[in-house]
């Protein structure tokens, strides 16, 4: 037998030193990309493009979550188009409408020339359908009923390109819904599937009616779209018309962080979503794009669920709200694309108030409101009040970005002010049952991007997200004033009111806006979003050569 | 005849055991697969809805009466459909499995390969202090985790060397890297057991003379090791096959790979039970099969324990 | 060769004892707080001030290595205990009974070892919830199997030698002659197995931090460490390759350990 063992420890240290040397010179990456004048643009080519995370499904109204809105932006077109910058909403299949004065009757014309990519006609019967499903649901078939579509009632098909939907309450919401996603037109027999039909495996069954079809789908793992030769209804506002430039789309799930951006930078993909906050330098560093896209809606925050005992008395809401830094958060984890939080809403959305002064990070202030409170520093720090201690529980938010990172510091922030958060992961099951339970999770993380002013009725209101878990009637009379106020500036008011009264109550403290960070290489133009970050890809064409 | 007979019964028990036992654990677990799926806020479901959607999907009545649904179904070879896609469960392993095959099966042929590369390497290479370096370096590679060796293999050959595309790979090409990740932990143990019998070879008395006669080294160490390798080889071939299919769920993860592996992680996570149990069936086959086989080819190859008792 | 081997096998001890001694009194090696850090001094390089570097919310991560030793090191032991407990008591118990006791426990680890471990692993975490000892659990729970069949074969081997037939053939009881002769002699085989399988724990766990199943925040665990920083890889290389380092050398020493261990006998 050999006899030097020793060595082997040693020898086994050096190759990994080798590694980490190597390793080491990753960090040093050189870019690739070559900046090519905007020319004009070129028709044909395949969009390398890498998800993070698998779709669920295409049914439009469950496509918030953003892996599933990537897909149902570009297969399907809307009634209406939101440009994203003006937030303005324009003609796109419907040519134009009329809405009564409470706002209880929409009327849409539409385009005679669109069809469906089983070339089945999209008239206003099948609009009718579509909002049908979207405004009442459909039980049998398991399809749920869309969030941004409020008090809807019915619908009647006027003439073929006439079509009338009534509501049983003002619905001034409803025209900006028609504009989103979540409203996508699918043919009529698509909407006779089950929501398990809508589900991922069938992907390339789905007949929508945008610039691009699904054509393959490998469960879980790629998806590829095709253009649509015959499609020509694009906005009337845009610049280009006819077919989307690009041949097609290799939609590619790419979990892992680090990957997903090597691959960008090796030139192995085109573009990329969610370019974690820490890649950004190295990505833009390495010669290539960041598109940031702002979502407009809720802002990334921590609803403070006031039916729990510990948070029923608003002078520990105040306190958490004030021993909160978001600055430092912002500063530490995110960067300048992340603007601090103002408000419950972004100052990109529609209805924004500022709060800023009245969410003010002032620890002092925190500590006498606890002390007012009745809860006094214990033993090992955390204040304590009646032998209970002043201790709360939060879950990671697979879904927001660096949750966990985010909630860790913001944990030792309120330590300082003698709060002890405790940040809990969980599996799937365990945080499903539990973040209804306010008992068990005080603290929710979440956001919701919509760009109306029904988005903070979404994510707040009783019978929708609910994410204060509240009894609050008041709340929620606020929320209803807001989305049946048919005058667009007392609209306005009416979305100052909830944010100012959220504020007065403590319910939230907002963090920062959160936008979609996507990562381009610069052969590739025209990559835009929809006015709450969605990726566009008619307008996107490569200049590889 | 018997012996197969006993050993098939024997398998069969193991397999209802097993599938038994999964139904009960995964109906232990806090929530279901239903909840995750629609009792998300962003639905906005009602109770009632949500109680609606749960007896669509048989899932209201009591879990015996569901456990013999489920085994009249699996019986008939009706695995059912996943909650969580909405697919058959057929078809979500039927499009699954060809992939794990391909990974797994290439892994044990690549780890088997480096194995004995390994081991004749640092038996027979030049310098003493190189033999050292390639002896230790099973050692390092199973103090490794995988996830960590996946992401450096990826971070050097793929984005530094430029030598293999992760994204936009052909079939063979997108193998490489996986399947590497998946074959070195695995060869380092087998490198070790190799190179021990090596040693023990080369102080064999009958090497000498063997030696004498004018064989170079690497001749009498291709012609006596190779028979004594095959025997370890065989021997953790049914061990292998477990930690093939953890590596696996591992190495798709890293890479984005479609496979058994994911599929199992992602419906864990979701609590697709009816994934799960035929995913539990089918390892479970795995397994029996596997050891089988090894139980009936280890008296062929040592005839030392033929026909002696090899039970268990 | 002996010195040679000596040294060794004294270089894996004094490692592990470092760590034991990182996990009893971790505050003798750094003076640094490993929850909270300052945030403006994140993701900076490993230096004299931070031996390790910082990560991305400032943290020293030496000091969070050195903390994360207890966490670990329990888990790792905790797995090993649970695997060590249940599987020799299932194998002792079916070598040395025989028969039907025998056929019924091996077809019971037949059953472990037929379901894929991760599915096994992963539902008793999310059974027992998120946490070091939860996921150590679920890691031991994987290797019964292994216990279970080592210390059969072992127990199957001494029983049929001369020595132990000899008692039996004096008259002494089968307990008294498990307990003096059966155990003793078939447990150095079980230590050197369990030996091996404390570096094993502490990549299972780590792999579980990596699938999103590792221990709740801000608890520096090692596996978690790893994992956690893989995402870095390319920006901040030292959150993963040093933790990662650290835990090679732990487990590499564990193995050579174990082999002296299995030697011995």
């Given amino acids: 037998m050999p006899t030097q063992r020793p060595r082997r420890i040693a020898a086994a240290g050096l190759a990994a030193l080798a590694i980490t040397a190597l390793l080491a010179s990753c960090a040093a990456q050189s870019g690739s990309a070559d900046a090519a004048a905007t020319g004009e643009p070129v028709t044909g080519g395949t969009l390398t493009y890498l998800e993070h995370q698998p779709h669920t499904t295409l049914y439009p109204p469950q496509a918030g979550f953003y892996p599933n809105g990537g897909i149902v932006n570009n297969i399907t077109a809307r009634l209406t188009w939101q440009d994203p910058e003006s937030l303005e909403i324009e003609p796109w299949v419907a040519t134009e409408w009329t809405v009564n004065a409470d706002a209880t009757e929409y009327t849409f014309e539409l385009r005679d020339d669109v069809t469906f990519s089983d070339g089945t006609p999209l008239d206003a019967a099948a609009v009718a359908k579509n909002f049908d499903t979207y405004g009442l649901g459909n039980t049998e078939l398991g399809l749920t009923i869309s969030e941004a579509i409020n008090n809807y009632a019915s619908s009647e098909v006027v003439d073929a390109d006439t079509v009338t939907f009534r509501f049983s309450a003002p619905a001034p919401g409803f025209l900006q819904a028609t504009s989103t996603i979540n409203s996508g037109l699918l043919s009529p027999e698509t909407l006779d599937r089950t929501l398990e039909e809508f589900g991922a495996g069938s992907s390339t069954e789905i007949v929508g009616s945008g610039p691009f079809v699904v054509a393959e789908e490998e469960i879980g793992t790629s998806l590829r779209l095709e253009a649509r030769e015959d499609y020509d209804w694009a906005p009337p506002s845009f610049e280009h018309q006819g077919r989307a430039y690009l041949d097609a789309i290799d939609i590619v799930v790419t979990p892992e962080d680090s990957v997903r951006i090597g691959s960008l930078l090796a030139g192995q993909a085109d573009a990329i979503r969610y370019v974690q906050a820490f890649d950004e330098a190295q990505v833009s560093g390495a010669g290539f794009e960041i598109v940031a896209a702002p979502t407009r809606g809720v802002n990334n925050s921590l609803g403070l669920r006031f039916t729990n005992p510990l948070l029923s008395d608003i002078r520990v809401r105040q306190a958490l709200v004030h021993g909160v830094d978001a600055q430092e958060i912002v500063d530490t984890i995110f960067t300048e694309n992340y603007p601090v939080a103002t408000s419950e809403l972004a100052s990109t959305a529609k209805g924004y108030t500022d709060e800023s002064d009245a969410l003010a990070f002032d620890p002092e202030h925190s500590e006498e409101l606890l002390d007012e409170a009745g809860w006094t520093a214990g033993a090992d720090g955390i204040r304590e009040k009646d032998g209970q201690r002043l201790s709360l529980t939060v879950y990671e938010a697979k879904p927001q970005p660096l949750s966990k990172q985010t909630l860790e510091l913001v944990s030792q922030q309120l330590a300082k002010i003698g709060v002890e958060l405790e940040v809990k992961s969980a599996d799937a099951g365990s945080y499903a049952t539990d973040i209804l339970d306010p008992l068990a999770t005080p603290l929710y993380h979440s956001m919701v991007g919509r760009a109306d002013n029904d988005v903070i009725k979404s994510q707040y209101h009783t019978k929708n997200r609910n994410t204060l878990l509240s009894n609050d009637a008041e709340l929620d009379r606020l929320l209803e004033a807001v989305a049946s106020e048919p005058d667009p500036a007392k609209r306005d008011e009416a979305s100052a009111a909830v944010q100012d009264y959220l504020t007065e109550q403590a319910y939230v403290i907002p963090l920062f806006e959160e936008p979609q960070v996507y990562g381009a290489a610069q052969y590739v133009h025209g990559f835009t979003t929809e006015a709450v970050a969605r990726p566009q890809f008619y307008d996107t064409w490569l200049d590889k050569q | ?312 | 060769m002996s010195a040679d081997i000596r040294t060794g096998l004294l270089l894996a001890w004094l490692v592990v004892a470092i760590v034991i001694a990182w996990a009893i009194v971790p505050w003798l090696f750094t003076g640094q707080d490993p929850i909270s850090g300052v945030p403006a001094e994140k993701l900076q390089g490993p230096s004299l001030a931070h031996l390790f570097g910082t990560d991305a919310i400032g943290r020293d991560l030496f000091t969070r290595v050195v903390h994360g030793a207890v966490h670990s090191l329990s888990g790792a032991f905790v797995a090993v205990t649970v695997g060590l407990v249940a599987g020799t008591l299932l194998g002792v118990l079916a070598g040395s009974l025989g028969g039907v006791v025998d056929a019924a426990i091996m077809r019971l680890v037949d059953v472990l070892l037929a379901i894929p471990g991760l599915l096994l692993a992963l539902s008793i975490i999310i059974l027992l919830g998120f946490g070091t000892v939860n996921a150590a659990i679920a890691v031991g729970v994987g290797s019964i199997a292994a216990f279970a069949r080592v210390s059969r074969s072992e127990v199957v081997r001494v029983r049929q030698s001369d020595y132990v037939e000899a008692a039996f053939g004096s008259g002494a009881r089968l307990h008294s002659v498990l307990a003096r002769h059966v155990l003793p002699n078939s447990l150095t085989a079980v230590v050197g197995l369990a030996a091996l399988q404390f570096g094993t724990a502490i990549l299972a766990i780590s792999t579980l931090g990596f699938l999103g199943y590792g221990a709740p925040p801000p608890m520096p665990e090692w596996g978690l460490l790893i994992a956690e920083g893989r995402n870095y890889v390319a920006t901040s290389w030292w959150l993963t390759v040093l933790p990662g380092l650290v835990v090679v050398v732990v487990v590499l020493s564990a193995n050579r350990i174990s082999q002296s261990l299995g030697r011995s006998r």
């Fill in chain 2, 1 to 312: 005849m018997a012996y197969l007979a006993h050993r098939t019964a024997q398998a069969l028990i193991v397999l209802a055991i097993a599938f038994t036992a999964t139904f009960v654990l995964l109906q232990a677990l806090p929530g279901d697969a239903i909840l995750i799926k629609f009792e998300s806020p962003e639905l906005g479901l009602s109770p009632e809805q949500i109680a609606d959607i749960r007896a669509s999907y048989g899932a209201d009545v009591p879990p015996l009466q569901q456990f013999l649904h489920t085994v009249a179904g699996f019986v008939q070879g009706d695995f059912g459909y996943s909650v969580q896609y909405g697919t058959p469960v057929h078809e979500l392993i039927g499009s699954a499995l060809p992939d794990t095959l391909a990974l797994a099966g290439l892994g044990f042929v690549t780890a088997v390969l480096l194995a004995v590369a390994l081991a004749f390497l640092s038996t027979l290479a030049p310098f003493g202090w190189l033999r050292q370096a390639l002896r230790s370096l099973p050692g390092l590679l199973v103090s490794v985790p995988v996830f960590w060796l996946g992401i450096v293999l990826i971070q050097v050959f793929s984005f530094q060397l430029r030598l293999v595309p992760v994204i936009g790979a052909d079939p063979v090409q997108a193998l490489i890297l996986p399947v590497l990740t998946l074959a070195i932990p695995i060869s380092a143990p087998l490198a070790q057991i190799l190179a021990r019998s090596i040693d023990e070879v080369q102080l064999a008395p009958f090497v000498a003379v063997v030696r004498a006669k004018g064989a170079g080294p690497a001749r009498v160490l291709w012609r006596d090791v190779a028979r004594n390798a095959l025997l370890p080889a065989v021997t953790i071939a049914g061990v292998l096959v477990g930690e093939l299919i953890g590596g696996a769920v591992v190495t798709e993860t890293v890479f984005g790979r479609a496979g058994i592996g994911r599929l199992t992680e992602q419906a864990v996570a979701n609590q697709d039970v009816p994934v799960l149990q035929a995913i539990v069936i089918l390892a479970a086959l795995v397994f029996v099969v596997v050891n089988l086989a090894v139980d009936l080819v280890y008296p062929v190859l040592d005839p030392r324990l033929k026909r002696k008792a090899v039970a268990a």
